[in-house]
């Protein structure tokens, strides 16, 4: 979306893709973050699935942490 790609094309790309109930709730959050910010906060949830795999952590508390760090981000 940062290069000027619409809601539902980058939507389309996603993997796993958006469920088809949640997509009306997925646009409306992506439309609150339109300020630039939605392309980081598509990060940690990435590295946190990663990190669970690699590390061994318990994935409750890499996402807690991911959830603590988007919330601090939009401060």
Known sequence: MAEGMR???AMK???P?????QEAAFKN???RLADGSS???AVPPVGTGRS???????AETLT?????????ARR
């Open 7 to 9: 809601v539902e094309e």
């Open 13 to 15: 790309k996603l993997s």
């Open 17 to 21: 893709p958006i469920f088809f109930k």
């Open 29 to 31: 959050q992506i439309s």
């Open 39 to 41: 392309g980081a906060c």
């Open 52 to 58: 669970a795999k690699k590390t061994g952590i318990p």
């Open 64 to 72: 807690a942490q991911a959830i603590l760090g988007l919330s601090a």
